[in-house]
């Protein structure tokens, strides 16, 4: 049975930082395309980063461009998300998602492109 669980989250002030784990069990993940998405309370889940199978390619969404870094550690079967100087805005349900089809070089943007989600952790940004 495949599961991602999240951790990492917890209440921080604004100009903080937290790192976010994912780690998948119950198949390998190294080579396949993974991604973090947020949902504040009232909003529709979005996407934050994407990084592709290889782990070369990344993407983030422009309201955390520069703030936060999407990365993988592929032997580890774990991707994290490193969010640096955040904003009360940022508080959010951050959920983790992995893409169920091999691909190295592309990274997925779009809900509907991930097979299995995580549970979900809660991030709150204090101003």
């Known amino acids: 049975q495949v599961q991602l669980v999240e951790s990492g989250g917890g209440l921080v002030q604004a100009g903080g930082s937290l790192r976010l784990s994912c780690a998948a069990s119950?198949?390998?993940?190294?080579?396949?395309?993974m991604g973090w998405f947020r949902q504040a309370p009232g909003n529709e889940r979005e996407f934050v980063a994407a990084i592709s199978g290889s782990g070369r390619t990344t993407y983030h969404a422009d309201s955390v461009k520069g703030r936060f870094t999407i990365s993988r550690d592929s032997f580890k079967n774990t991707v994290y998300l490193q969010m640096n100087s955040l904003k009360p805005e940022d508080t959010a349900v951050y959920y983790c998602?992995?893409?169920?089809?091999?691909?190295?070089?592309?990274?997925?943007?779009?809900?509907?492109?991930?097979?299995?989600w995580g549970q979900g952790t809660q991030v709150t940004v204090s101003s």
């Open positions: 119950g198949r390998t993940f190294s080579m396949y395309p």
């Open positions: 998602a992995a893409r169920g089809i091999y691909s190295t070089g592309t990274y997925y943007s779009r809900q509907s492109d991930y097979d299995y």
